[in-house]
């Protein structure tokens, strides 16, 4: 009866998940992977990786059930590279950036949502 109040005069909070990033490991590449993952907790975020080698639509499902907005894709190439492919999974668009430029996207993301932007 509450909730129905609530939802009636539109005053039920939005409420976002505590993850804001979804890591994708791809391949047998763990460790490393591991080792990406502990430096963005390191820096801030609160991150939730999926180490099953579940298939990676299976994955990106996952987060978007949860509500997760970005994706991060790990996998040996970006390893090398140093460039990781970060998934917007409310826009679709995918982007390739440095591990520095990733924190600093998914930290202004969600300053902005702290704000109720």
Do not use: C, W
Not at 84 to 93: C, D, E, M, R
Request: net charge negative; charged share 20%.
């Amino acid at each position: 009866m509450l909730r129905h109040f609530l939802e009636v005069h539109d005053l039920l909070p939005t409420l976002h998940p505590a993850t804001q990033l979804y890591v994708v490991v791809i391949g047998d590449i763990l460790p490393a992977a591991q080792r990406m993952i502990a430096a963005l907790r390191k820096a801030g975020l609160n991150v939730a990786a999926d180490i099953t080698g579940r298939k990676i639509g299976s994955q990106i499902q996952t987060a978007e059930k949860k509500g997760i907005h970005y994706v991060l894709f790990i996998g040996e190439q970006e390893l090398t590279s140093e460039q990781f492919v970060l998934k917007n999974l409310h826009t679709g668009v995918e982007e390739k950036h440095g591990l520095s430029r990733i924190i600093s996207i998914v930290n202004d993301y969600r300053h902005s949502d702290d704000d109720g932007v």
